[in-house]
């Protein structure tokens, strides 16, 4: 069944290459290069070992991108998205026996992919944002670079402890905000915007699908944010089935902004849930603040809550810049045995966009 | 301590796009994600855009075509040409008929040879969505323009119109209605932004 899908979806795809070909030449060429280098410092303690660590901050890492696109007639547009992060001591893989930096840096891939779009909507190919990546992370609060429902990207990489003596577990393996399917090597098409609304869907390898909806409206007052999606594994794993995503954000225009998300993954006898709450405030044009509160329950092991509590302060003194404050506490409530201490961490550092 | 049934989520959902809906008034708006993604808008070195133009056959670029160069540069020497050539039989215009409105109608017109460029990307940015939703808060601007009666901005609206009424209907002069409206949009954005 799935088979027959791609097959269809290659027969699309060439048919808009053929139809392209067809069309006049083009109207419009861009060709363009951005990027980012977003670096911190980050001070952990876990109640037996405090470290300073100098790193990449995951949140949203140092990268460049190049971006491409050719507008031909009768409203066709083709496009490139090339999407490369190098990251020197991710801030989500410090953990305390680390010595010196992380091993060497290499090119991760984030985006290599096509678009061909029209009035009817856009057709992706390539390795990219599966349809629902994303909707567990709609955020309006101008704080996403300290602190978003994604709290394992900060610390991610420590162990919790208790007396001295070190888990197997980590904060990224006890909580998950379940982003859909992230990126993947796929075939993705969106729908055009009706008065707010769009709509997604992408196959990738291993039969993973999935479809989303997401929101956007401006109601003069306030603005709205929204998406939800439905992933299904496919046969690319033999634990998980599939995910259930969601999330909204609401920004009045006074500042005040309230971000809710929740998601919940299909898996064999545990089904872990992540619920995300985060009150945010915008003041004096560059600066941001936010609290949040999140827990993900049954990821670690069955009934296990991993409880997060996070502030972030964003001050932006021209726009390509930002510097930031990030501090969580990574808690974790074991159902079996006792509760390991909390894992404080605490991150100050500056992206710039160049 | 508490859990949350998918059902409850789904309910709550639901509810926000029942208030969307609601919100007739709601005009979509461009949300670009901003969480693990690269940070919007301008760069360090890039300036505004946020972006080293490599190569764009409309505003040129680091490296532009060489054809395209030489294309820019020829049209710049003919729309100069042009414009000379078109300035002496204006001034003669002006002298012989004593037109001061005509020479500035005129004067107006060279503005938009000088501004094509410019006003071809206002026309790719009114076909952008974010475009097309400030376009009809512009729209809804001059409406209320209409209607503030007595105002200069009105009088200078009809006397546009008496103007436009003159018998020039060629394509070009179409266009040139259209950069009119790109200019009082200008002025229009200029004041927002103050």
């Known amino acids: 069944m799935m088979q027959k899908k791609f097959k269809l979806s290659f027969v699309v795809l060439a048919l808009i290459a053929a139809a392209l070909l067809a069309v006049s030449p083009a109207n419009a060429v861009d060709f363009a290069i951005s990027g980012q280098i977003n670096r911190a410092a980050l001070y952990a303690d876990d109640g037996h070992t405090a470290k300073w660590f100098f790193v990449d901050n995951d949140n949203s890492s140092t990268r460049f991108r190049f971006t491409g696109s050719n507008d031909f007639e009768k409203d066709w547009k083709v496009g490139i998205v090339w999407e490369v992060e190098m990251q020197s001591n991710p801030s989500n893989e410090m953990d305390m026996d680390l010595n010196g930096d992380t091993t060497d840096v290499t090119f991760n891939e984030r985006k290599m992919e096509f678009w061909v779009g029209n009035a009817w909507g856009k057709a992706w190919l390539g390795q990219g944002d599966m349809a629902s990546n994303g909707t567990s992370e709609v955020d309006l609060s101008g704080t996403t670079v300290a602190a978003y429902s994604s709290v394992g990207d900060v610390g991610g990489g420590f162990f919790f402890q208790d007396n001295g003596v070190y888990s197997t577990t980590t904060v990224g393996g006890s909580r998950s905000n379940f982003d859909g399917l992230s990126r993947k090597d796929r075939v993705r098409y969106d729908t055009p915007t009706f008065a707010g609304f769009s709509g997604s869907g992408s196959i990738g390898n291993s039969s993973i699908w999935d479809v989303a909806l997401r929101y956007a409206g401006d109601f003069g007052w306030a603005k709205l944010a929204a998406a939800a999606a439905w992933s299904d594994y496919g046969t690319s794993s033999s634990t998980n089935d599939n995910i259930l995503s969601s999330s909204a954000s609401l920004l009045f225009d006074f500042g005040l902004n309230l971000t809710a998300s929740y998601a919940y993954r299909k898996q064999d006898n545990t089904d872990p849930y992540n619920i995300f709450g985060k009150v945010g405030y915008k003041f004096l044009e560059k600066h941001a603040v936010s609290v949040q509160y999140s827990r993900t329950e049954n990821l670690s092991a069955k009934d296990d809550k991993g409880d997060t509590f996070g502030i972030g302060y964003v001050f932006s003194p021209w726009k390509s810049v930002e510097f930031y404050g990030t501090y969580y506490i990574y808690m974790l409530d074991r159902d079996a045995g006792s509760n390991p201490d909390d894992i404080n961490v605490g991150m100050i550092g500056g992206r710039v966009k160049f | ?194």
């Open chain 2, 1 to 194: 301590m508490f859990k949350f049934k998918p059902v409850s989520w789904i309910t709550l959902l639901i509810s926000l796009a029942i208030i969307a809906l609601l919100g007739c008034n709601a005009k979509p708006f461009d949300y670009q994600p901003a969480a693990g993604e690269m940070k919007e808008g301008p760069g360090v070195f890039t300036g505004k855009s946020g972006e080293l133009n490599i190569y764009d056959s409309k505003k040129g670029g680091i490296f532009p075509k060489d054809s395209d160069a030489e294309d820019a540069e020829t049209s710049g020497a003919k729309t100069a040409q042009t414009t000379e050539a078109a300035g002496t039989a204006a001034a003669a215009a002006a002298g012989s008929q004593g037109n001061a409105q005509e020479f500035k109608d005129f004067q107006e017109f060279q503005q938009w040879q000088e501004e094509k460029a410019k006003f071809h990307e206002y026309q790719q940015w009114k076909k952008s969505p974010e475009g097309s939703a400030d376009l009809k808060e512009f729209q809804e601007y001059q409406q209320w323009q209409k209607s503030a009666k007595g105002s200069s901005d009105f009088k200078e609206f009809q006397e546009y119109q008496e103007w436009k009424k003159s018998g020039r209907s060629s394509a070009e002069y179409k266009e040139f209605q259209e950069w009119r409206e790109f200019k009082a949009y200008q002025e229009w954005k200029k004041s927002q932004t103050k």
